[in-house]
């Protein structure tokens, strides 16, 4: 197959996790007979540095017509000063809407030999498997939002606006996914305060019954899930709750495993490239020292082939690399626990002499 690729490496460690990921999809290529074209564009801090612009129109447009996209990573202290005409963020934000990118899968798994990593007890989080869908495009980030200055002071506000539409197509795909799972949607929403979430809520439960009869779902309050979620993390299968909540509790999930280092996500849209990142941010605290996990990426390169080359085989034999890399002992400092530890480029060295 041919695919034309589009590498958004972005600020801190992006470059970095990119690189090696981009080796990986090299790889790929050459073992099973594929040509990936890849072609690498600005986003975030270095694209308002470069462009003035987190987003430039030329980044979009080769997005647009590109068969996927791998970011790194926007942001950094260098483009937080809040009276700033704009921020990285904007960028990745711009880009998700852009592109229709309404639905962000994010698989959160604690594989056996990565149990004893995680902050948490091994028996509590040994077994879980959880892939969050995440709403991307509406919400909080995206609803009507303003500030004014009176008498009393300045007020600001933002509104978390869903219409019955984004909700369907979202708990649709989360439904789906689940019949390929263990058949299970837990709904998080905050419906005994929100109007927003009693809609989510009423939404979830009809396209749950009419259209998935087949699948058990649930409920459950958002202040619950941040509790339920690492006191008892294997009790849940899909997970499909709105843009700020869904953020929110990725990071905790990220927890699970005990790093962010190791976690992909896939933004998808109902036609169109995917993009797809690690869901850790940009580490500005560690950028430049080759120090960082590129496994997420690499993970999320995994997803790439899956989700939008339909290449399942190459998929699962990325996720056999790390796998394996993972068992093997191999750690980056973020998982060493003060141990031995690899740097960037020899964690892609030994997922690539694994994929061999
Ligand atoms: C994420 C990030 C972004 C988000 C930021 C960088 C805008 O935290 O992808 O989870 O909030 O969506
Ligand atoms: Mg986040």
């Known amino acids: 197959m041919q695919a034309r690729i589009v590498l958004l490496p972005g600020d801190g460690i992006g470059p970095e996790v990119v690189a090696q990921a981009q080796r990986v999809l090299d790889r790929v290529?050459?073992?099973?007979?594929?040509?990936?074209?890849?072609?690498?564009?600005?986003?975030?801090?270095?694209?308002?540095?470069?462009?003035?612009d987190p987003l430039p129109e030329q980044s979009l447009t080769a997005c647009r017509a590109a068969d996927a996209i791998l970011l790194g990573a926007v942001g950094g202290p260098k483009w937080d000063d809040p009276n700033a005409k704009t921020r990285p963020e904007v960028g990745l934000l711009k880009i998700r809407k852009e592109l229709g990118l309404f639905a962000n899968l994010r698989p959160i798994q604690v594989l056996p030999q990565m149990a004893a990593a995680s902050p948490l007890k091994q028996e509590i989080v040994a077994g879980t498997d959880i892939l969050f869908f995440r709403e991307l495009t509406g919400g909080l980030y995206f609803g009507k939002s303003g500030k004014e200055t009176t008498a009393e002071g300045e007020t600001a506000w933002n509104t978390m606006i869903y219409s019955t539409h984004?909700?369907?197509?979202?708990?649709?795909?989360?439904?789906?996914?689940?019949?390929?799972?263990?058949?299970?949607?837990?709904?998080?929403?905050?419906?005994?305060v929100l109007e927003v979430s009693r809609l989510w809520r009423r939404v979830f439960e009809r396209v749950m019954k009419d259209e998935f009869p087949d699948v058990e779902f649930e409920n459950v309050l958002v202040d619950a899930m941040a509790m339920h979620l690492?006191?008892?993390?294997?009790?849940?299968?899909?997970?499909?709750?709105?843009?700020?909540?869904?953020?929110i509790l990725t990071d905790e999930g990220s927890m699970l495993p005990g790093s962010m280092g190791l976690l992909p996500s896939a933004s998808l849209g109902s036609s169109g490239p995917g993009l797809y990142e690690p869901?850790?941010?940009?580490?500005?605290?560690?950028?430049?020292?080759?120090?960082?996990?590129?496994?997420?990426?690499?993970?999320a390169s995994a997803m790439l082939l899956r989700h939008?080359?339909?290449?399942?085989a190459e998929a699962k034999a990325v996720e056999a690399a790390v796998d394996a890399v993972l068992s093997a002992g191999h750690r980056t400092k973020d998982l060493a626990a003060g141990g031995v530890s690899v740097?960037?480029?020899?964690?892609?060295?030994?997922?690539l002499a694994a994929l061999n």
Do not use: W, Y
């Open 29 to 52: 290529a050459a073992k099973f007979g594929h040509q990936f074209e890849f072609s690498t564009h600005a986003i975030g801090g270095c694209a308002i540095d470069e462009f003035g």
């Open 166 to 192: 984004e909700i369907e197509r979202i708990v649709r795909m989360a439904g789906q996914a689940a019949r390929g799972r263990r058949k299970k949607v837990t709904s998080v929403d905050k419906a005994n």
């Open 230 to 247: 690492i006191a008892r993390p294997t009790k849940f299968d899909v997970v499909v709750t709105e843009n700020l909540f869904g953020d």
């Open 279 to 299: 869901i850790h941010g940009s580490a500005p605290d560690i950028a430049g020292q080759g120090i960082a996990n590129p496994l997420a990426t690499i993970l």
């Open 308 to 312: 939008s080359l339909k290449l399942e």
């Open 343 to 351: 740097t960037t480029a020899q964690m892609g060295d030994l997922v």
